[in-house]
């Protein structure tokens, strides 16, 4: 069945570092792509997205790239800071599903100042 | 605009009992979805309705049962609670017409199984 696989955390940096949180997937078809932020007692958000290979998904200074060839899409960010401590899912749905969301197991991300 | 709103926010229940999660989508969005999130996990789909019709479920037992009213909004009920249907269950609405299939999440309710 259709999977996401996220690197294992969490993960701690120091305010300003370089982020990279890796997302590999498998899939039947061509899924659509997303990063999902969870802050602390919240929901889940939409951080960006990606519908098709070799798109660039990019939002608050966060990117991923859909790369189909190495099924990935991993998450970056160039200067991280301590607001962005929260918890990062990467998830897949697949074209004319019916928007059925598969998550990773999410990636703790704590930003120390 | 009002986005994904769940009630109540949290809940507590013991072994066996009955419960009923309550989520109104985001205006103009017509499906709904319901997924668990267990503590330190990914969140888990149980079940989407759209057109007060189930239209895909996931691998979750019968006492998970949901309903779709006219005005879009939802109901998660879950029967003869475990201990282990303690997680925060998640509601999601998507928007009419669009092919990318994006969900917007409410901050969802908190479920708690002595």
């Known amino acids: 069945g259709d999977s996401v696989t996220q690197m294992e955390g969490p993960v701690t940096l120091s305010e300003e570092a370089f982020l990279t949180i890796n997302c590999t997937y498998t899939?039947?078809?061509?899924?659509?792509l997303f990063w999902y932020v969870q802050y602390p007692g919240e929901g889940l958000q939409l951080l960006l997205k990606?519908?098709?290979?070799?798109d660039k998904g990019s939002n608050k200074g966060f990117e991923a790239t859909y790369r189909k060839e190495t099924t990935s899409f991993h998450l970056e960010k160039g200067s991280v800071q301590v607001s962005d401590s929260a918890v990062y899912f990467c998830a897949l749905t697949l074209s004319g599903s019916a928007r059925q969301l598969t998550f990773g197991s999410g990636t703790q991300l704590t930003v120390l100042p | 605009d009002a986005g994904v709103t769940q009630s109540p926010t949290h809940l507590i229940k013991t072994r066996g009992q009955q419960v009923t999660l309550r989520c109104s989508p985001k205006?103009?969005?017509?499906?709904v979805s319901w997924y668990q999130q267990a503590l330190g996990q990914g969140p888990q789909f149980i079940f989407q309705y759209y057109e007060e019709e189930e239209r895909q479920r996931g691998n979750f037992p019968d006492r998970f049962s949901g309903h779709q009213f006219p005005n879009y909004s939802s109901e998660l009920n879950v029967n003869a609670l475990l201990l282990g249907d303690s997680a925060l269950y998640l509601c999601a609405s998507s928007p009419k017409g669009v092919s990318y299939n994006e969900q917007f999440f409410g901050p969802g309710t908190r479920l708690t199984v002595l």
């Open positions: 205006s103009g969005h017509d499906t």
């Open positions: 990606a519908t098709k290979a070799d």
């Open positions: 899939a039947t078809g061509y899924p659509s």
